[in-house]
Every structure is written in C-alpha cells, then in structure tokens.
C-alpha cells in the first residue's frame, strides 16, 4: 500500500508574504511608504507572520479531513497490541496476521 505525502496547499513562508505585500502596497495604499524601521514596515511584518500562521493551518487541512472522511465510512486504524510469535502454515493462522497489520472496517 503506497502512502503519498500531504499536499501543500500554499507553500509562501513569512517573507515570501511580507514580499507580496510590499510588492501589492502601491496600488492599495500608495500613501504609506514602509521602509526598514518605520511603524507601516512593523505592520507589514506582523501581517505576514498572521498569515504564515494561516498557512500553516490551511495546509493541515487535508489530513484532518481524511481523517473525518475515513470515520465517516467507519474505518479505524487497529490498536496497538503487544508483539506476539504464532505457528505458521495453516491459512487461518496467515488471515488472522494479515488481519493485524492492516485497517479493520467496523460496523455499526
């Protein structure tokens, strides 16, 4: 079973926003100059880490909503079990391992 990666969503980091804005900032408010030290930069630089904090959520999303998506259809993952040796070679004994180490569909 192959397990793929979370996408990304948006991938900007803080200065990669804080880039953006300054960038967007003439044709919004052309009336405010932010320059390194002035209080309009310290907004902008407040902003951005807002919004890195924003980021990081939004790219936590898809995981969480497998997660309410894998409950709805009522798979579980199997609880942790302490380690165990059994006889091999009859088939009962191979479902009942097989059985284990994959997700196990409840009924309600």
């Known amino acids: 079973m192959k397990v793929y990666p979370t996408p990304e969503l ?3 980091d803080a200065a990669k926003i ?3 804005l300054l960038a967007r900032r003439p044709a919004y408010i052309p009336e405010v100059g932010p320059q390194q030290g002035r209080p309009a930069y310290g907004l902008f630089q407040i902003f ?6 924003i980021v990081d959520m ?6 969480k909503n497998l997660m309410a998506f894998l409950d709805m259809l009522g798979v579980s993952l ?3 079990m302490a380690a165990s040796s059994e006889e ?4 009962q004994t191979h479902l009942l391992l097989r059985r284990r180490f994959y997700l196990k569909l409840n009924t309600r």
Do not use: K
């Open 18 to 20: 804080l880039s953006e």
């Open 48 to 53: 951005s880490q807002y919004m890195q904090a």
């Open 10 to 12: 948006d991938t900007r």
């Open 78 to 80: 199997i609880p942790a």
């Open 88 to 91: 091999q070679g009859s088939a």
């Open 58 to 63: 939004l790219n936590q999303a898809p995981d």
